[in-house]
C-alpha cells in the first residue's frame, strides 16, 4: 500500500513539474525597441512603432499570448489594438512563434492625443492561454512620452495674421459715359430722332455735370468711332464709315462748347464691322447661328464671308432686318475720372454726420485712423448703418482677437454670419477660433471655406501645424515672420530656417523665446536654450511650470542652470 502511494506522489510530482515548465516567463524591456524613443505628439495623434522579438526556448509550443500597447497618463490609460501570437502546436490562425528559433514582430499604432498625455508612458501587457488556463505576464514599460511640442499651435494662432476684410474704397474711379447714334443704310446724316434719344440725353448731361464740377470730375477725353455694316463693298463702306464719322465729331464738338467741357475730342472709323457682326449674332436667337460663326472662323477675306453668309438664305433676311441695322452707328464715349473725398474730408465727414458717406468711405476711415478707440467707433457705425455687410463685424472681430479677447470675437463673427454666412474671412477667423479651442475638425471645415481670402495661406499652414502635416505648414508659412512659421520649421527639422525667422520676429512674445529655447534643447545649444527661457518666463511666469514637465528639456532638469532659471 505505502509503495503504491509512493508512486502516485511521484507521478503527481513529474505532472506539476510538466505543468509548470510550460507556463512562460516574463520578457525584459531589451526584447523591444520602440520609434520613437521618446513618443511624440503628431497632430491629434500620438504614433508609436515597437519593433520586438521572442527570444529562443520562450514561446511555449501549446500557448497563446496577446500583447496589448497601453499608453498610461494621470487619470487615466489609453489602449491600442492587440496582436495575438501563437506557438507551433497550436490550432489557429494567428502568427505562429517557434519556439526553437524565437521570432521578431512589428506593431504600429496610434492613439488619440489628451493633454494629460504630456506625462504619461507606454507599457505592454500580455495574457497567455494554454487550453483552459489563462494568467497573465508581467507589464513592461517601453517608452515614456510625449513631446507635445506640435500642441504650441495652440498658442502660436493667437498672433498670427487673421484675415481682415478690406474697404472697396478707391479715390479715382474711372467712369465712361456713353451713347450710340444708329444711321439708315448707306446714309450719313444724323436724324433727329437719334440725337434726341435717351441715351444722348443723358450724355449731354453728363458733359454739362462734368463741366460743372472740375474738381470731382476730370475729363480724359471723348471719342467718336463711327462704324458701317459689313454688307455691300468695301470702298462704299469705308466712305460711309468716314462720313459718318465726320458729321458725328461735328455735332459732339458743338456740344462740348455747349457745356463748356474742354477736352480732347477723338475720332476714328470701321469701315467693316465684323468683330460687332459676330457679337451680336452670339447674342441672337438665330436658328442657324452656329453655322454663321463658323462662316466667319472659317474666312477672313470680307468678301468671300459676305459672299458665304449671303447662300445661307434661311437666315440672312433675319441678319438684314435684325442684326445690320444695329451696326450702323457711331459710338460716342465720354471717359472721365470720378475724384472722391480726401482722407482729411472723409474724417470731417465722419465727425459731421457719417450717414452722409458712403459704406466704403466708412470702411476706409479706419485707415486713415490710426486710434484703436476711433477705429473701433468706425466700425460700429458700419454696422449699425449697413447692418447686413459682413466686413464691419468681422473686422471688430479682429480687433477683439488681437487683444486676446475670443469670447467678443465669436460675438462679433456670429453676426457676421448672420449678414454671410460663405464670407471667406469670416471663415478663416472661425478657423481660428476653433484651432484655438483645439478642435481641429471644425477648423479645417471653416478654413475650406474661407481658403480665397488674403490670409487663406496663412490660416491653412496653421491648419496644416495642427494636423501633422509638417512639410505643407512649413511651405505655406515660410514666407511669413512669424511664431507659428517658426513652429512649422521646427517641427519639420528645418533648424536653421526656424532660427532666422525666430530672431526676424519684430516684437517676440513668450511663444517666441520659448521656441527658441525648444530650438536650443534640440540643437544642443545650452546657451539659446537658458536665453530662451529667461526671457519666455520674464513675459510669461506660467512657463516655468510647462518647462519643468516639457519633455523637450528632460536632459537638462536636473542641470544647476536650468533650475536657477526656472525658479
Known amino acids: 500500500m505505502l509503495k503504491k502511494l509512493s508512486m502516485l506522489l511521484s507521478l503527481a510530482a513529474i505532472v506539476l513539474l510538466s505543468s509548470c515548465s510550460s507556463k512562460m516567463s516574463g520578457l525584459q524591456s531589451q526584447y523591444f525597441t520602440v520609434t520613437p524613443a521618446v513618443l511624440e505628439v503628431v497632430g491629434t495623434q500620438v504614433p508609436v512603432t515597437i519593433d520586438g522579438r521572442f527570444p529562443q526556448k520562450f514561446f511555449d509550443k501549446k500557448s497563446v499570448l496577446t ?8 487619470g487615466g490609460e489609453a489602449v491600442a489594438e492587440s496582436v495575438t501570437f501563437q506557438g507551433e502546436k497550436v490550432q489557429g490562425n494567428n502568427r505562429a512563434v517557434s519556439y526553437k528559433n524565437g521570432g521578431a514582430f512589428t506593431m504600429k499604432m496610434s492613439f488619440d492625443y489628451v493633454e494629460a498625455m504630456r506625462n504619461s508612458s507606454l507599457y505592454l501587457r500580455f495574457t497567455v492561454s494554454r487550453g483552459r488556463k489563462n494568467y497573465t505576464l508581467p507589464e513592461v514599460k517601453v517608452a515614456d512620452g510625449c513631446v507635445a511640442t506640435s500642441q504650441l499651435y495652440r498658442s502660436t494662432v493667437a498672433t498670427a495674421n487673421i484675415a481682415v476684410a478690406e474697404d472697396a474704397f478707391q479715390r479715382v474711379i474711372k467712369q465712361a459715359q456713353q451713347a450710340n447714334i444708329l444711321f439708315l443704310i448707306q446714309q450719313t446724316n444724323l436724324r433727329n430722332s437719334q440725337l434726341n434719344s435717351n441715351e444722348m ?10 463741366a460743372a464740377d472740375n474738381e470731382r470730375k476730370i475729363l480724359d477725353n471723348v471719342e467718336v468711332t463711327a462704324f458701317a455694316s459689313p454688307d455691300g463693298a468695301m470702298f462704299l463702306n469705308e466712305s460711309v464709315a468716314t462720313g459718318r464719322e ?3 465729331a461735328k455735332y459732339v464738338r458743338r456740344q462740348m462748347d455747349k457745356a463748356k467741357l474742354e ?10 464691322d465684323w468683330d460687332g457682326f459676330k457679337e451680336l449674332v452670339m447674342q441672337s436667337n438665330l436658328p442657324d447661328k452656329e453655322i454663321i460663326l463658323r462662316v466667319l472662323s472659317m474666312y477672313s477675306e470680307p468678301e468671300e464671308r459676305e459672299a458665304q453668309i449671303k447662300n445661307i438664305s434661311s437666315v440672312y433676311s433675319e441678319l438684314v432686318d435684325e442684326v445690320l441695322p444695329q ?10 475720372l470720378l475724384v472722391g473725398r480726401s482722407d482729411e474730408e472723409i474724417m470731417e465727414q465722419f465727425k459731421a454726420d457719417p450717414k452722409q458717406l458712403s459704406l466704403e468711405e466708412i470702411l476706409y476711415a479706419t485707415v486713415v485712423s490710426e ?3 476711433e477705429q473701433t467707433k468706425i466700425f460700429k457705425t458700419a454696422a449699425q448703418l449697413y447692418p447686413n455687410d459682413y466686413r464691419a463685424y468681422n473686422n471688430l472681430a479682429v480687433m477683439a482677437y488681437n487683444k486676446g479677447d475670443y469670447a467678443t470675437a465669436a460675438d462679433y463673427l456670429k453676426a457676421a454670419v448672420k449678414a454671410d454666412a460663405n464670407a471667406a474671412e469670416v471663415n478663416v477667423n472661425l478657423g481660428y477660433l476653433a484651432l484655438l479651442a483645439g478642435d481641429v475638425a471644425s477648423a479645417e471645415t471653416y478654413m475650406a471655406k474661407g481658403a480665397s481670402a488674403k490670409a487663406g495661406d496663412e490660416a491653412l499652414g496653421n491648419l496644416y501645424i495642427a494636423q501633422g502635416q509638417y512639410v505643407r505648414a512649413a511651405d505655406l508659412l515660410g514666407a511669413q515672420v512669424t511664431n507659428s512659421a517658426a513652429l512649422a520649421q521646427l517641427l519639420n527639422k528645418d533648424y536653421t530656417t526656424a532660427k532666422a525667422t525666430l530672431e526676424a520676429i519684430k516684437n517676440p ?12 534643447a534640440r540643437t544642443n545649444n545650452a546657451s539659446m536654450l537658458y536665453d530662451g527661457l529667461k526671457n519666455a518666463i520674464k513675459l510669461d511666469p506660467a512657463v516655468a511650470q510647462k518647462a519643468v514637465a516639457d519633455l523637450e528639456f528632460a536632459k537638462y532638469v536636473d542641470n544647476a542652470a536650468f533650475n536657477s532659471i526656472i525658479k
Request: net charge negative.
Open 67 to 74: 500583447i496589448t500597447p497601453v499608453l498610461k497618463y494621470d
Open 201 to 210: 440725353k443723358a450724355l449731354k448731361d453728363s458733359m454739362k455735370a462734368v
Open 246 to 248: 465726320k458729321n458725328t
Open 263 to 272: 477736352g480732347y475730342l477723338d475720332t476714328d472709323y470701321t469701315a467693316e
Open 327 to 336: 451696326l450702323r452707328r457711331a459710338r460716342v464715349t465720354m471717359n472721365y
Open 371 to 373: 486710434d484703436e478707440a
Open 509 to 520: 512674445d513668450a511663444d517666441t523665446y520659448y521656441l527658441m529655447a525648444v530650438l536650443g
